[in-house]
């Protein structure tokens, strides 16, 4: 570099400093908000975050925060619901919910770019009853419900209950326990960690547990059974319901279960 260049690089990286201390003030979240001063044109920096203002969407940046490519912090962005699929991600389902080995939903190739955090939140959509049903739709009766007995949140083992009931032949219908188990883990086999939406901080449609993505791959394997009861074994609830003595004109199974991503 020449001693002309130098020095002109030097004069801007004091012009920047100085507009930055000069334009700035404390504000009520811990950054630097500017003060009109535009004696430094459109090279201002006022919250001395390394982002000119006019490229800036997130002025007052709290001070040493680790920003992204607008000027933000994570603290100052919001959750968004991205559709899917998101991130550039290929999805690739293979097994079935109600059969030995359950349904393995893989999620590769995702761009994270600059994203703080990637939430995969469960059962989210209010539209869609998320349950089981042996005797045709899922009422609300049928609906999932948490199980802290059957999970294990950190070593990514999430659970639901449920109860249905299935209609025989001669007219009986009979109560029945259904389960839904996921196991979540990231491209090295290595479970990732389920936690309510409280402590993830998301504000969801309707999901109340999700797993932060922390890598460009993951894996989910979910599992449907019905519990036996009379052994009380679990079986997949579509190898039950096949064993079942059920009518020809039998309305079947229903079940229901999904996801959405959230980033920010």
Same mark, same amino acid.
């Given at each position: 570099?020449?001693?002309?260049?130098q020095?002109?690089? &030097?004069a801007?990286?004091a012009?920047?400093?100085?507009?930055a201390n000069?334009?700035? $003030?404390?504000?009520t979240d811990g950054?630097?908000q500017?003060?009109?001063?535009?004696?430094c044109? @459109?090279i201002?920096d006022?919250?001395?975050?390394?982002?000119l203002?006019?490229?800036?969407?997130?002025p007052?940046?709290?001070?040493?925060? +680790?920003i992204?490519m607008?000027?933000?912090a @994570?603290?100052?962005?919001p959750?968004?619901?991205v559709p899917?699929?998101?991130?550039?991600?290929q999805?690739?389902p293979?097994?079935?919910?109600?059969r030995?080995?359950g349904?393995?939903w893989?999620?590769?190739?995702i761009?994270?770019e600059?994203?703080?955090?990637?939430?995969?939140?469960?059962?989210?959509?209010?539209?869609?009853?998320?349950?089981?049903s042996l005797?045709g739709?899922?009422?609300a009766?049928e609906t999932?419900?948490?199980?802290? $007995?059957?999970?294990?949140?950190?070593n990514?083992r &999430?659970a639901?209950?449920?109860?249905?009931?299935?209609?025989?032949d001669?007219?009986g219908?009979?109560?029945?326990?259904?389960?839904l188990?996921?196991?979540?883990?990231?491209?090295? @086999?290595?479970?990732?960690?389920w936690a309510?939406?409280?402590t993830?901080?998301?504000?969801?449609?309707?999901?109340?547990h999700?797993?932060?993505?922390?890598?460009v791959?993951?894996k989910?394997?979910a599992l449907? @059974?019905?519990q036996?009861?009379m052994t +009380?074994?679990?079986?997949?609830?579509l190898?039950y319901?096949d064993a079942?003595?059920?009518?020809?004109a039998?309305?079947?199974?229903?079940?229901?279960?999904g996801? $959405?991503?959230y980033?920010?």
């Amino acid at each position: 570099m020449s001693s002309n260049s130098q020095i002109l690089r &030097l004069a801007l990286l004091a012009t920047l400093g100085a507009c930055a201390n000069a334009s700035s $003030s404390s504000s009520t979240d811990g950054g630097q908000q500017g003060s009109g001063d535009a004696s430094c044109g @459109e090279i201002c920096d006022a919250d001395a975050d390394g982002v000119l203002d006019n490229l800036d969407k997130c002025p007052s940046t709290p001070s040493g925060s +680790l920003i992204n490519m607008d000027g933000c912090a @994570e603290s100052q962005l919001p959750w968004m619901l991205v559709p899917f699929p998101p991130f550039g991600l290929q999805w690739t389902p293979s097994g079935d919910l109600g059969r030995a080995g359950g349904l393995t939903w893989t999620y590769t190739g995702i761009q994270r770019e600059d994203l703080f955090r990637i939430v995969w939140m469960f059962c989210d959509d209010p539209a869609t009853p998320c349950g089981l049903s042996l005797d045709g739709p899922i009422d609300a009766l049928e609906t999932w419900h948490y199980s802290m $007995s059957d999970s294990n949140l950190t070593n990514g083992r &999430l659970a639901f209950t449920n109860s249905t009931h299935i209609v025989l032949d001669g007219g009986g219908n009979p109560t029945l326990a259904g389960r839904l188990t996921m196991n979540i883990v990231d491209s090295s @086999e290595q479970p990732l960690t389920w936690a309510p939406v409280a402590t993830l901080g998301v504000s969801s449609q309707d999901g109340k547990h999700g797993a932060e993505i922390t890598g460009v791959a993951f894996k989910i394997t979910a599992l449907a @059974e019905i519990q036996d009861p009379m052994t +009380l074994a679990w079986t997949p609830y579509l190898d039950y319901y096949d064993a079942a003595q059920t009518p020809m004109a039998g309305t079947g199974a229903t079940v229901s279960f999904g996801g $959405s991503f959230y980033a920010k």
